[in-house]
């Protein structure tokens, strides 16, 4: 990631994390590591899932750790690819779907019956 835009996320760091919530964060590392487990989908698909997921949320910081954490778990680097192209389609296809909140207001503000 880039030095200037998100600060290197340091052993320090997540040290001061854990000291200042120790319960809290120790139970997000277990929902976590469970969340990422083995079950009715095998981890790597959970992984894709998240490197998708992480570009909609556009969180750097998952956006890497997460792409790591598919490649460790056999993830190659078309599906990592594939997975950020399936995010894209769907951050546009949301904005896609909200336009019909845009054209209902439209259409309400002009007198309009719905969808003429």
């Known amino acids: 990631m880039s030095e200037g ?14 000291k200042l919530a120790p ?6 590392v277990a929902f976590s590591k ?3 487990a083995d079950g009715a989908l095998d981890a790597k698909t959970k992984q894709l ?3 998708a997921v992480a570009h909609t949320t556009q969180c750097g910081y998952c956006i890497q750790g997460h792409t790591k954490g598919a490649l460790r778990a056999g993830a190659t680097d078309a599906q990592i690819m594939e997975a950020i ?9 949301g904005a896609y779907a909200h336009s019909t ?5 439209i259409n309400q503000v002009h007198g309009r019956e719905k969808g003429k």
Request: hydrophobic residues 50%; proline residues 2%; glycine residues 2%.
């Open 34 to 36: 469970q969340v990422f």
């Open 85 to 93: 192209w399936v995010a894209a389609e769907m951050r546009a296809g």
């Open 5 to 18: 835009l998100y600060p290197k996320a340091t052993q320090a760091i997540a040290e001061q994390r854990h």
């Open 101 to 105: 909140v845009a054209l209902d207001t």
């Open 23 to 28: 319960e809290t964060h120790d139970a997000f």
């Open 49 to 51: 899932i998240a490197v």
